[in-house]
């Protein structure tokens, strides 16, 4: 299974990643997690990229697209993957559809959380505090969703035109989200 997971800042992605690539044996690749990673331990692309992401700004795509593609190239990712939060821009997108096609695969589905729009500030000043996340500010947050509707929002009319749009309801408990997600994907694979 190869599946995409969509959708705007604060709208769940992460956590519903983590539960949906479990439920289907596949792992959950987070580009927003392996920058994360390497800024904590301080790597030659962690530096590069740290001033980057505290503005809520997008890290440029040709290093975006060489980490996915790394990641995608290891042996546990053979059988199947969830991405989440990546493609963010069209260049991502083609760069996205050249892998697939150089290994001959394809997506099987992309998966759109779609959450109330004025939920979505408050869930993300809800987690600035759990989480105390450099990009978490009241501002960068805002910037964060102007990149996103720019940039990346249009993408899901593109993958909508392919036939491959799931969209589901992200609102309610994370259990709630995550039986709609299963079975949604389900009936669109059937
Ligand atoms: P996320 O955890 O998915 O919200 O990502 C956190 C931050 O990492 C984003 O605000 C960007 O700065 C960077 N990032 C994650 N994924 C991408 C991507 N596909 N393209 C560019 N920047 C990204």
Redesign the pocket.
Known sequence: MRLLIMGA?GAGK?TQAVGIAEHYGIPAI????I?RANVRQGTELGRRVSA??AA????PDEL?ERIVADRLDRDDAAAGWLL??????LH?VEALEKYLADHSVGLDAVICLDVDPEDLIVRLLGRAEVEGRA?DDEGTIRH?MDVYLESTRPLLDAYEGRGLLVRVDGNGTVEEVGARIVAAVDAFVA
């Open positions: 800042p992460g987070s580009t927003g997690d920058f980057i992401m809520g700004d997008y890290v975006t989440d939060g990546f493609p963010r821009t991502q990009d964060r």
